[in-house]
């Protein structure tokens, strides 16, 4: 092979790879098999060494350049149009993975941690109003609602449900405590567990449950209260907080898919005037006449008579 033909074959490897890009990209069924086509052709060449190398040019010059000019225009026009797109779904993924991050090692950890914080609080009062002295800091148990209460406690609920009816209490500065509440805590040494909190308006309770017993509390956070609760359980939703974004986070999970399946159509179709070029130029490659003055020689002919009756079109 002389240098003239090296030269040839390598540019005309170059349009191949080219072109694969560009297959790759569009997707198209037309597209990929125009570049298998035309690869049959790069390989004719490249494993007959008596050929004429400068067809092979021509066929490029007349065929391959002016498709892969088209082709390269509509992929800069296309991605200018996906960049708005593509944007759109790379924040919304940020803002999804930052919340899952938040979610699950926030929330769920910190949620079983006030479980106990909540007891060792729950035994400091009793001990304190046993003593008549004051040494609980009601700030350690407030933490928790003031971090979560907007995003997690629940919205939906019947808030007859979860207030109080009038009972015997001691009181400990601004709070009121349920004397009953107190003496069930004690016999079971104040382990208690957080089950969920709810935002009903502007006032949030959070419901609790006393270890080993059937017993569950209300802390009326805004009123200052620790009561049993006194409603009937299966009126409530109990099952742990789920974050109030979580409806969008799943919106945001659809959008996504959607425009992702909007882009690969988008990439896909072509303008009519595009897809009869397309459809024209794969005629042209598999119609022998026009190739005939290309490769001149019966034998080259022949050979690709045999390749490109090969049905790559899915026709």
């Not at 209460?149 to 919205?155: A, D, K, S, V």
Request: proline content about 1%.
């Amino acid at each position: 092979m002389g240098d003239d033909a090296a030269t040839i074959m390598s540019q005309s490897k170059r349009r191949l790879t080219k072109l694969k890009l560009l297959a790759n990209f569009f997707e198209h069924i037309d597209i990929i098999s125009i570049y298998i086509k035309t690869d049959i052709i790069h390989s004719l060449f490249q494993e007959n060494k008596t050929l004429d190398y400068s067809k092979l040019e021509l066929f490029h010059l007349q065929y391959t350049d002016s498709l892969i000019e088209l082709l390269t225009k509509i992929k800069r026009q296309k991605e200018n149009d996906m960049l708005t797109v593509i944007n759109e779904i790379d924040v919304n993924t940020k803002y999804i993975e930052s919340f899952e991050e938040r979610r699950v090692d926030s929330f769920q950890t910190d949620r079983k941690m006030y479980s106990g914080i909540f007891s060792q609080h729950l035994k400091t009062l009793y001990k304190d109003l046993t003593e008549d002295i004051f040494t609980a800091d009601w700030n350690n148990v407030l933490y928790f609602h003031k971090k979560y209460g907007q995003e997690f406690y629940r919205t939906g609920a019947d808030e007859e449900q979860l207030k109080p009816k009038p009972f015997p209490a001691y009181q400990y500065k601004d709070y009121t405590i349920e004397r009953k509440l107190l003496g069930r805590l004690n016999i079971q040494g104040f382990k208690v567990r957080f089950i969920c909190g709810y935002l009903i308006g502007t006032f949030e309770y959070e419901l609790f449950k006393i270890f080993q017993s059937d017993d569950y509390f209300i802390f009326g956070v805004d009123d200052k209260k620790l009561y049993l609760f006194d409603g009937k359980l299966e009126k409530l939703d109990i099952s742990e907080n789920q974050s109030n974004q979580s409806s969008i986070i799943n919106q945001l999970r659809t959008k996504n898919e959607l425009l992702e399946n909007s882009i690969n159509e988008r990439k896909r179709t072509m303008p009519a005037e595009v897809e009869n070029v397309l459809k024209d130029y794969l005629k042209s490659l598999e119609n022998i006449d026009i190739m005939s003055k290309i490769f001149a020689f019966d034998e080259e002919t022949n050979i690709l008579r045999a390749m490109l009756n090969l049905n790559l079109n899915n026709n």
